[in-house]
């Protein structure tokens, strides 16, 4: 069975990390995003297709390195096709009924437990679902007792939401549903596939679950999911390999080789591989990249700095984003993917 993961697109978003590497490869817990997911697949899977295009090579040399024991394929479009146009250029690896998963959800859904439930609702399409009080930037359903979907409305305006369930990011699929999308074409899976599935086959559901859901979007869910995952295992922070750690972390997550001096508070905060971080600093819902170096006595408040960056010692920043390097060439300026025709 095939498991499709949606993990191209530009994760502008989470700019500045994701000027310098795929949204997938972000590190949660020191771990990539995408193997996390990965990790949730039920055996029955054996192959996964990773649909991709920005930053495809980093993608490529991480598999490379790393085992899953399954059968790996790194499916580059030759320009962001949009959600649907992805998985239809995965179709000459399609061989049964398959997932779909966006790359970018931390959740505690059960995939075996969801196809079982597809298999017994006979349904062309299932996708997990979610209650969250704000559904404006997700997809929202209109549903039946019985799990039968009969509206999927793509980021409605609060007073268009069918409903408070939003799309949760992983869908069962049968093979059918690729002869909905237009090969080679910008296609959205939310705004044109969806619709057309629910009128012309009435056997879309959807699939509840309980436990937690983070869409790691933006910067302050990725800092959420840390706090949810390090809460889960008990523990306050975590330390990647050979790190000096003087100072103190809570809620926090430092990677491989970091420095953290004296008197130091890292509070809430993300600290990727060989960041040092002076004496007397206080860093407060952070996130760090690569390399950056932290001058002693800094005050840093809800601040993202990008991979290499240097700050001065004493600086105190409130709200900030830090990337005094060239953006990449062609990297978008507003958001693309599955919104398309905005
Ligand atoms: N290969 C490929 N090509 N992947 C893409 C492309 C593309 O052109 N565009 C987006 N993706 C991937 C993203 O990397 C992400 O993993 C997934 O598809 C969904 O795209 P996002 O851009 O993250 O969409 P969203 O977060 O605004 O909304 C989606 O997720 C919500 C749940 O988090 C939608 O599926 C909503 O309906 C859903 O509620
Ligand atoms: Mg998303």
Redesign the pocket.
Known sequence: MEAI???????T?LRPFTFTRA??LLPILNEPMISHLIRTLPKKVDTVI????YRREQIEEYFNKHDFGKTIIV?E?P?????G??VK?ADQYITGPFFT?????ICSLNLAEMLRFHEKKKATATISL?PIEN?S????VDIKKDGNITK?V??PKAEDAPSDL????AYLLEPQVLNYIEPGK?VS??KQIFPQIINNTGRFFGYKFQGHWI?V?RISSYISVHALLLEKQKKTFATGEQCTIQGTLKSSCAGNMVRIGKNTTVESSILFDQVTVGDNVSLDHCVIGEHCEIGDGSVLRNVAIGDNEIIEKHTKLDNAVVWNQPIPQGYPNK?????IGE
């Open positions: 993961i949606l993990a191209g697109g530009f994760g978003r949204k997938s990773l649909a991709v295009n499916n479009e320009e962001p096709l949009g959600t146009g992805a250029y998963l966006n790359a970018d959800i979610w559904v930037e997700f997809g929202v999927f793509e980021k939003i799309n949760a990011g910008l899976m939310e869409d979007g958001q693309i993917g599955n919104v």
